[in-house]
């Protein structure tokens, strides 16, 4: 193809995604206050494209990072009316980490939903020196990407964090369930779900099980069973069950605009998106035990939450491993990314 002829193509698809998010814009899903408890309902999920099975997801995923890589989005391939966010923001495609990438670190957590065309990867990025936990979910139709979700959580943004980062691979993600073992699609979301429902207003009631093994990864740093971390709460050197029957979340005000739509049956894995709403009116409360916390909250503003979940068979949820970013308080979310 000459190169006259290529750079043509690629203004017009330009021109045709900026024509799509002028339009998908406009729509947004903004809960009402009164509306807080139906807000709790996972979003339903219509299936997308069962023609590409895993390796064919796998590839899409490649190629999309390797166009990320090189800086030229438009070496992945797209579909007609294909959308792009980053942190929950529709942008033109490109925009955003595609032009501040200096490389992708090698850590490569990924799943894959078949019965609805989605692969999503949980990675590292590196921008001039500054490495930050990144996810990216894919969902691909006939081949080509339509919608590409991604989070990236910057320390120059976000500042707050409990300690540096580190990216370890996690086997367990990886095991593959035999398939007389394998829950039903719709019992591993009810589990995801469940935690969800376990860590809103936390007060010590669990709506999920754990397994003893459980531990918890947030933005590249361990949050269960992790002595190092002492001196900023006992409860980051409890296991998760513990520190959901001590009710230490409570200042979870809300898990709204639930989307658990990613389901790799094949690995017992489940992706959750959603937002997290913290008040910031809670100033000290009461643990089960009796004792007080004070609330590490005091402000108002929501997070933009990816939790993804290794379940067994026996349905509980044995690993977690979660990113996610500061946005401001009952930030909607894009109704494109449903």
């Known amino acids: 193809m000459q190169p006259e002829v290529a750079s043509g193509l690629k203004r017009a698809a330009h021109r045709r995604v900026l024509v799509a998010l002028a339009t998908a814009a406009t729509v947004l899903v903004i809960p009402h206050p009164a509306r807080a408890a139906d807000s709790a309902a996972p979003a339903s ?38 959308v792009a966010t980053e942190n929950n923001v529709l942008m033109p495609i490109g925009e955003g980490h595609w032009g501040t990438l200096t490389k992708l670190e090698a850590y490569d957590l990924r799943m ?13 990025l590196n921008e001039s020196g500054a490495v930050s936990p990144f996810v990216v979910r894919l969902e691909v139709r006939n081949g080509g990407i339509r919608r590409a979700e991604t989070l990236v959580r910057r320390k120059a943004s976000d500042p707050r964090i409990m300690a540096e980062p580190t990216f370890e691979k996690k086997p367990v993600f990886d095991e593959v369930v035999p398939p007389e073992a394998r829950l039903p699609r719709a019992r591993l979301v009810s589990i995801a779900d ?39 709460s006992p409860s980051l050197t409890m296991g998760c069950e513990q520190q959901f029957r001590m009710g230490y979340f409570r200042y979870d005000d809300r898990l709204r605009d639930r989307r658990i739509t990613v389901v790799d049956e094949e690995r017992g894995l489940v992706l959750g998106i959603a937002m997290m709403d913290h008040s910031g009116r809670l100033r000290s409360y009461k643990l089960t035990d009796g004792s007080t916390e004070e609330s590490h909250y005091l402000a108002p503003h929501s997070y933009y939450l990816f939790e993804l979940f290794k379940i067994t068979p026996q349905g509980r949820i044995r690993q977690i491993e979660a990113d996610f970013v500061t946005v401001p308080y009952y930030t909607a979310t894009v109704t494109e990314m449903r």
């Open 45 to 82: 999920s219509v299936p997308l494209d069962r023609s590409c099975d895993r390796a064919c997801l796998y590839g899409v995923l490649d190629s999309y990072l390797s166009a990320l890589r090189h800086k030229d989005p438009w070496q992945a391939k797209w579909t007609a009316d294909a």
């Open 112 to 124: 894959a939903d078949p019965a609805t065309g989605q692969v999503v990867m949980f990675g590292a």
């Open 194 to 232: 469940g935690y969800f429902d376990t860590l809103q207003l936390n007060d010590g009631t669990l709506f999920t099980q754990f397994d003893e093994r459980c531990n918890r990864v947030e933005n590249g740093v361990q949050t269960t069973n992790n002595p190092a971390l002492k001196e900023l």
